[in-house]
């Protein structure tokens, strides 16, 4: 499933850099395939569940899918930005939770902090790479647009945050549900 998973997913990413209306996507394979890769690589640490990987690779997805132009479009009222970063939040939050409860024994509210620092950790990375390739290749190749609203990072980390508390709510009501009654 994870080797599927990484393959079918690799080739999009290809043939979106191939179709890609937006001149910077075009290789973006270059750092999405290892990005998509890398859990793969460590799914035994990781104790990585198959859906959970199918889930992040559709978070690449939907952010490579910027190269069609969705980032300068909204819907249902909403920028793709918004959406992608949600997503983002939300998918890796399951990755994460399980791997630091299956390595930590902490009580599940313990385990949930700590995964919604590490996720927002992440997403506050992100946005200073964002940055510094901007001040570096500059607006038009960068990867912050400048023209974009100016809490653009502020934003990003907002919907990071909704995405993991949204996975960690629903990842406590699934383990509930599982549980027997007593």
């Given at each position: 499933?994870?080797?599927?998973?990484?393959?079918?997913?690799?080739?999009?990413?290809?043939?979106?850099?191939?179709?890609a209306k937006v001149p910077t996507y075009?290789?973006?394979?270059?750092?999405?395939?290892?990005?998509?890769?890398?859990?793969?690589?460590?799914?035994?640490?990781?104790?990585?569940?198959?859906?959970?990987?199918?889930?992040?690779?559709?978070a690449l997805l939907l952010h490579d899918l910027g190269a069609f132009?969705?980032?300068?479009?909204?819907?249902?009222?909403?920028?793709?930005?918004?959406?992608?970063?949600?997503?983002?939040?939300?998918?890796?939050?399951?990755?994460?939770?399980?791997?630091?409860?299956?390595?930590?024994?902490?009580?599940?509210?313990?385990?949930?902090?700590?995964?919604?620092?590490?996720?927002?950790?992440?997403?506050?990375?992100?946005?200073?790479?964002?940055?510094?390739?901007?001040?570096?290749?500059?607006?038009?190749?960068?990867?912050?647009?400048?023209?974009?609203?100016?809490?653009?990072?502020?934003?990003?980390?907002?919907?990071?945050?909704?995405?993991?508390?949204?996975?960690?709510?629903?990842?406590?009501?699934?383990?509930?549900?599982?549980?027997?009654?007593?």
């Amino acid at each position: 499933m994870y080797v599927f998973t990484g393959l079918i997913f690799s080739i999009v990413f290809v043939v979106i850099a191939f179709l890609a209306k937006v001149p910077t996507y075009k290789v973006s394979p270059i750092f999405l395939i290892p990005i998509l890769w890398f859990p793969y690589l460590i799914r035994r640490w990781l104790h990585l569940n198959p859906v959970h990987y199918f889930l992040f690779a559709i978070a690449l997805l939907l952010h490579d899918l910027g190269a069609f132009g969705l980032y300068q479009k909204g819907f249902y009222g909403a920028s793709w930005d918004i959406y992608v970063h949600f997503y983002f939040g939300f998918a890796a939050t399951f990755m994460f939770y399980r791997a630091l409860e299956y390595h930590l024994e902490m009580r599940p509210w313990q385990t949930a902090l700590f995964t919604l620092m590490f996720i927002m950790g992440c997403g506050g990375i992100h946005e200073v790479i964002e940055y510094i390739s901007t001040l570096i290749l500059g607006p038009e190749r960068g990867m912050l647009k400048t023209t974009s609203y100016i809490f653009d990072a502020n934003r990003d980390l907002m919907n990071n945050f909704l995405g993991c508390i949204s996975a960690l709510v629903i990842y406590r009501i699934l383990r509930a549900l599982r549980r027997p009654l007593r």
